[in-house]
């Protein structure tokens, strides 16, 4: 069992404890002085609701006199409206009312669903994220981003609504196939290059064995990227300015997924790609050296992640790939904002010359 250790998101009347340990779904105790209600619904999907929906509903009963269960299919595809009316038609169905507590088990595309239907239910309705796999837990679970996809976009309708609690059991990540740990791993690494350079040494030396799964290397991985992670939402909740930096590869990876069709890589391995071209942009606007580059580019590929372009478009690549960014919600007025790192530890955002953006995108 390791030590349980708990880190908090301030924002007044509003924050909140991520609690990260192992046997946490067991243990009613990681439930309780949640606010009162005579229901609690539990949102899960298909792969995760068989492996944990009966200990969370048995966690959740010494203090819940109904517990519902939600079971969605699985897969980034079912990110939408129709998932959304799926929830409120079981809550209404059972006349849950607005003091009823929704529980996200499982990924970042649970947690984002049910985040989003927990603000839009009865104009709002608290909810605790439970995530499991390594993505959510050191990154979709935490800081109010929920939403669901569009046709024409990602993440393009949702809401900022912060959870009440983030319970991570760290035991969930045992049962995560290898590639989705490793897409989890992007976003571990993601914090060292945009917030803490001594995290990026630590990554580094640890990476093989967060590869294969050490206990401790994870459960230190969780628990700094949620330091790091509160630190930023805590000044910036919406967006206004320093939170941006938790975009870090994430222009090219939206415009990665959504190019090749949701679900064909994962959000992780865009991103992981997608960092990788956002360093060698950082080295050719004059920012970090040519070594760092080559040192991200090795972390990337030792998590078991891609660091190559995949092409979108044989006759015009880097033309769709920029059609694709100016579509990004970051993108104002169709300039596309890039995080650039000046220095390991420390990102700014930055718009980019197109012929810099193409000469990445060419591969130069
Ligand atoms: P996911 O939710 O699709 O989960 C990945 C797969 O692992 C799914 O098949 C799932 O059923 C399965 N799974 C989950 N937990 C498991 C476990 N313990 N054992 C076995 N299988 C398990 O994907 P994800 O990578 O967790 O999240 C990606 C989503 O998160 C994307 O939609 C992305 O946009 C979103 N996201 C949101 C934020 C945010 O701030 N809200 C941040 C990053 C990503
Ligand atoms: N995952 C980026 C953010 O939470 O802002």
């Known amino acids: 069992m390791h030590p349980s250790h708990t880190v908090t998101i301030e924002l007044a009347d509003r924050s909140y404890p991520i609690v990260i340990s192992s046997g946490l779904l067991d243990d009613p105790s990681s439930f309780a002085h949640l606010p009162s209600?005579?229901?609690?619904?539990?949102?899960?999907?298909?792969?995760?609701?068989?492996?944990?929906?009966?200990?969370?509903?048995?966690?959740?009963?010494?203090q819940f006199p109904v517990v519902h269960t939600v079971t969605l299919p699985d897969g980034e595809q079912y990110k939408t409206w129709d998932s959304i009316a799926a929830i409120f038609d079981v809550m209404l169905r059972n006349a849950c009312?607005?003091?009823?507590?929704?529980?996200?088990?499982?990924?970042?595309?649970?947690?984002?669903?049910?985040g989003f239907a927990a603000a839009c239910y009865m104009r709002g309705v608290p909810f605790v994220q439970v995530p499991t796999t390594l993505l959510a837990q050191v990154d979709s679970s935490v800081g109010g981003k929920t939403g669901?996809?569009?046709?024409?976009?990602?993440?393009?309708?949702?809401?900022f609504y912060q959870p009440v609690r983030v319970v991570c059991d760290l035991d969930t990540l045992a049962t995560l196939p290898q590639?989705?740990?490793?897409?989890?791993?992007?976003?571990?690494?993601?914090y060292g290059p945009i917030a803490d350079a001594v995290f990026l040494d630590w990554i580094e030396q640890n990476l093989d064995a967060l590869v294969s799964r050490s206990p401790q290397a994870l459960a230190y991985a969780v628990r700094r990227s949620c330091e790091l992670k509160a630190q930023v939402v805590g000044?910036?909740?919406?967006?206004?300015?320093?939170?941006?930096?938790?975009?870090?590869?994430?222009?090219?990876?939206?415009?990665?997924?959504?190019?090749?069709?949701?679900g064909a890589w994962l959000h992780g391995e865009a991103v992981g790609s997608g960092m990788v071209q956002a360093v060698r942009l950082s080295h050719?606007?004059?920012?970090?050296?040519?070594?760092?580059?080559?040192?991200?580019?090795e972390m990337v590929q030792r998590a078991g992640l891609p660091t190559a372009l995949p092409v979108l478009d044989e006759a015009d690549n880097a033309?769709?790939?920029?059609?694709?960014?100016?579509?990004?919600?970051?993108?104002?007025?169709?300039?596309?904002?890039f995080v650039?790192?000046?220095?390991?530890?420390?990102?700014?955002?930055?718009?980019?010359?197109?012929?810099?953006?193409?000469?990445?995108?060419?591969?130069?």
């Open 179 to 190: 590639r989705e740990l490793a897409a989890g791993l992007s976003e571990v690494i993601k």
């Open 340 to 364: 650039l790192i000046e220095r390991p530890g420390c990102a700014v955002v930055r718009q980019a010359p197109d012929a810099a953006v193409r000469a990445v995108l060419g591969g130069s």
């Open 148 to 159: 669901v996809n569009h046709p024409l976009g990602k993440n393009m309708i949702g809401a």
């Open 284 to 297: 050719r606007l004059g920012y970090v050296d040519e070594r760092f580059v080559t040192r991200l580019t």
């Open 97 to 114: 009312d607005r003091s009823t507590v929704l529980f996200a088990l499982g990924g970042g595309v649970v947690g984002d669903i049910t």
């Open 319 to 337: 033309g769709r790939y920029l059609e694709l960014m100016r579509r990004d919600k970051k993108a104002a007025g169709g300039a596309i904002r």
């Open 235 to 262: 000044q910036d909740e919406r967006e206004s300015g320093l939170r941006a930096i938790l975009n870090f590869g994430h222009t090219f990876a939206h415009a990665i997924e959504a190019g090749m069709g949701y």
């Open 37 to 62: 209600a005579s229901a609690a619904v539990i949102v899960t999907n298909t792969t995760v609701g068989p492996l944990y929906g009966q200990r969370l509903e048995r966690a959740l009963g010494p």
